[in-house]
């Protein structure tokens, strides 16, 4: 079968189509064909080794997290779906491979599609998601009424952490272009400040917690605006120590990864507040509940742009301008 995969790192994220055997099903696998699969700026990470250091990965590999299709195979452990079933996935960074014509996942990770959604439309609904769903519920304990700061909320992560968060009764105040601030707004932002004009770290204080998107740059105007004991979670910037305990690394990488990320948890300890790195996690229960959550929500996940598998290079060229409102797909 056909796949693309990463040959070698570098800093173009060069990729390749290539001929590749067909994927083994474990006893508690999935084989599944391959309908559409979301392309997100960790792939591009990937792609140039960014990623190497947190998650080991050895050219040649296929790339791809997130994936809808239908099932064709079960392993003979599994109980919970059938062949010809529609399903998604994000898969777990040990088992990615969804930008190819077939991918085994582990039926854990599985949730059915969600009623009205095409495959491209879940292809774009797993990995930001759940990274929504897991900074709200895992890494951050608010309560309604509290506020939460997200940086550049029209991207596709931000189509998912606001709507989740105004349902739980937590004040969204993001920041965006102006054409971007009336569907925000209309998502459950309560606040929705021009990123061209306003300077939010002057503008913005007291706020309970800030999920960061934009990287190492922003931690410290992140930091400022939180009020003492607050919350910054950043999916974007270095990893902690904290992080590397809980990913079960050894103890020499605990210590460089501890280290890396030393000068943010210092500067935040400085202040009386919080600094924490997040790494979305395949989970297919949270997933099914997601769905529950876009139905209850009317969400319809937002595909910016449709390619081919073997114009997959155009696709991860266009996810690394970071400019794309919504999700880029893979489809048949």
């Given at each position: 079968m056909q796949a693309i995969q990463v040959t070698h790192y570098n800093r173009q994220h060069w990729v390749a189509l290539n001929d590749v055997p067909e994927p083994t099903v474990g006893p508690t696998d999935v084989l599944i064909e391959v309908q559409a699969a979301g392309?997100?700026?960790?792939?591009?990470?990937?792609?140039?080794?960014?990623?190497?250091?947190?998650?080991?990965?050895?050219?040649?590999?296929?790339?791809?997290?997130?994936?809808?299709?239908?099932?064709?195979?079960?392993?003979?452990?599994?109980?919970?779906?059938?062949?010809?079933?529609?399903?998604?996935?994000?898969?777990?960074?040990?088992?990615m491979g969804a930008f190819a014509e077939r991918v085994a996942v582990a039926a854990n990770c599985l949730a059915p599609?969600?009623?009205?959604?095409?495959?491209?439309?879940?292809?774009?609904?797993?990995?930001?998601?759940?990274?929504?769903?897991?900074?709200?519920?895992?890494?951050?304990?608010?309560?309604a009424g509290d506020q939460l700061f997200l940086p550049r909320g029209a991207g596709g992560f931000g189509l998912f952490v606001i709507p989740f968060a105004h349902k739980l009764g937590i004040r969204v105040t993001t920041s965006a272009s102006p054409q971007h601030a009336a569907a925000l707004t209309a998502l459950g932002a309560e606040r929705v400040?021009?990123?061209?004009?306003?300077?939010?770290?002057t503008e913005l204080h007291d706020f309970d917690a800030v999920i960061d998107t934009q990287g190492r740059d922003a931690i410290p105007n992140e930091l400022k605006i939180l009020r003492h004991h607050g919350t910054l979670v950043s999916l974007a910037a270095l990893p902690d120590w904290k992080f590397a305990r809980q990913q079960g690394y050894s103890l020499p990488r605990q210590l460089i990864f501890?280290?890396?990320?030393?000068?943010?948890?210092?500067?935040?300890?400085?202040?009386?507040k919080q600094y924490r790195f997040m790494l979305v996690h395949a989970d297919g229960p949270q997933l099914c509940h997601i769905s529950d959550w876009l139905a209850d929500l009317h969400l319809t996940p937002t595909v910016a742009a449709t390619y081919s598998l073997e114009q997959t290079q155009a696709a991860l060229d266009q996810v690394a301008t970071r400019q794309t409102a919504?999700?880029?797909?893979?489809?048949?």
């Open positions: 392309v997100n700026l960790t792939d591009v990470r990937f792609a140039t080794g960014v990623m190497a250091p947190i998650l080991p990965t050895k050219p040649p590999f296929t790339l791809g997290s997130e994936v809808a299709g239908t099932v064709l195979k079960m392993g003979a452990a599994v109980t919970t779906f059938s062949v010809g079933q529609a399903v998604y996935a994000r898969l777990p960074h040990t088992q599609i969600p009623a009205g959604l095409t495959f491209e439309q879940a292809a774009a609904v797993p990995s930001a998601a759940l990274a929504a769903y897991q900074a709200l519920t895992e890494e951050l304990s608010l309560k400040l021009d990123y061209h004009t306003t300077d939010f770290a501890g280290a890396a990320g030393l000068g943010f948890t210092l500067q935040a300890r400085h202040q009386h919504g999700e880029v797909v893979i489809t048949r």
